[in-house]
Nanobody, 119 residues
Framework: QVQLVESGGGLVQAGGSLRLSCAASGSIFVVNDMGWYRQAPGKQRELVATITSDGTTNYSDSVKGRFTISRDNAKNTVYLEMDSLKPEDTAVYYC?????????????WGQGTQVTVSS
């Protein structure tokens, strides 16, 4: 069994910062790409940032230059540093990890964490 546990959401004023964490745990596995999506009320889920196992990153245009994704492979953990937050960043943030386990590659999801940015 594999679990992704998120932490770090909360309420912050516009211009502030938050750091999200997402740790994968469970039986022995190989973690490939990791990343973050978000979903605001009434909107579709949006890809925010991704990072490969060798550290290559990719960002949506809406967060480029403000958010930084990183990972600690030894801890199977991905982070999202969010700076210069805007009210439009308000959403539930979901981490994911593409995990190879028993010969099967599948995407696992975190439980979601609320980020609220007040104006």
């Amino acid at each position: 069994q594999v679990q992704l546990v998120e932490s770090g959401g909360g309420l912050v004023q516009a211009g502030g910062s938050l750091r999200l964490s997402c740790a994968a745990s469970g039986s022995i596995f190989v973690v490939n790409d990791m990343g973050w999506y978000r979903q605001a009320p009434g909107k579709q889920r949006e890809l925010v940032a991704t990072i490969t196992s060798d550290g290559t990153t990719n960002y949506s245009d809406s967060v480029k230059g403000r958010f930084t994704i990183s990972r600690d492979n030894a801890k199977n953990t991905v982070y999202l540093e969010m700076d210069s937050l805007k009210p439009e960043d308000t959403a539930v943030y979901y981490c994911y990890a593409d995990i190879l386990r028993r010969g099967i590659l599948r995407k696992y999801w975190g439980q979601g964490t609320q980020v609220t940015v007040s104006s």
